[in-house]
């Protein structure tokens, strides 16, 4: 079983859809979440951290479930310039960053 | 500011031949990665640095080498390359390892083995 775990989509929606990812991370020990935004041939940047009680950034919203073990992204109100792969990363022990292979989105107009 | 920079952004190589990926960071950050990209994989760790003068090997470290020349500069060597090891290598700096800390990528280099 891989250590991180995504749906490599690609998820199609029309602009203006709600649209949720999910990711499961297989270390329970694992320390700090985060979601990255990939876009193509370029390389990764971070979205938004993820934290226990849930956080939210203007359209997007991540939760963390640590019982289950999973990480979700919702993106409310989709635009075309949200098209590109989303990267579910696992923090473990401080160091090292595992990262998902990836959710990709395509926003059609 | 120009965050983490990486040198050459192309490079196409024969089989045998080796190189130095260069990665040069000015963000004061301790801590220093190399990583992969293949497709459907997401990134691999090849390399990584806590510290300045520290290296550690990550998930996929065979026939690679690096160097943490100083706080600023971590280059990763392929000694003897391989078709293997067609790839998108990125660079990747952060603060430490304290909780919550996000890493900073640089721009990648694309590198291809004939």
Known sequence: RKEVEQDP?????????????????????????????????????????????????GRFTAQLNRASQYISLLIR????????????????????????PGTRLSVLP | NAGVTQTP???VLKTGQSMTLQCAQDMNHNSMY?????PGMG???????????????????????????????????LESAAPSQTSVYFCASRVGGG????????????LLVL
């Open chain 1, 77 to 100: 109100d989709s635009k075309l310039s949200d098209s590109a792969t989303y990267l579910c990363v696992v923090d473990n022990y401080g160091q090292n960053f595992v990262f998902g």
């Open chain 2, 99 to 110: 909780a919550q800390e996000t890493q900073y990528f640089g721009p990648g280099t694309r």
């Open chain 2, 34 to 38: 190399w990583y992969r990209q293949d």
């Open chain 2, 43 to 77: 990134l691999r760790l090849i390399y990584y640095s806590a510290s300045e003068g520290t290296t550690d090997k990550g998930e996929v470290p065979n026939g690679y080498n690096v160097s943490r020349l100083n706080k600023r500069e971590f280059s990763l060597r």
């Open chain 2, 9 to 11: 952004k192309f490079q």
């Open chain 1, 9 to 57: 989509g690609p998820f199609n929606v029309p602009e203006g859809a709600t649209v949720a990812f999910n990711c499961t991370y297989s270390n329970s020990a694992s320390q700090s979440f985060f979601w990255y935004r990939q876009d193509c041939r370029k390389e990764p940047k971070l979205l938004m951290s993820v934290y226990s009680s849930g956080n939210e950034d």
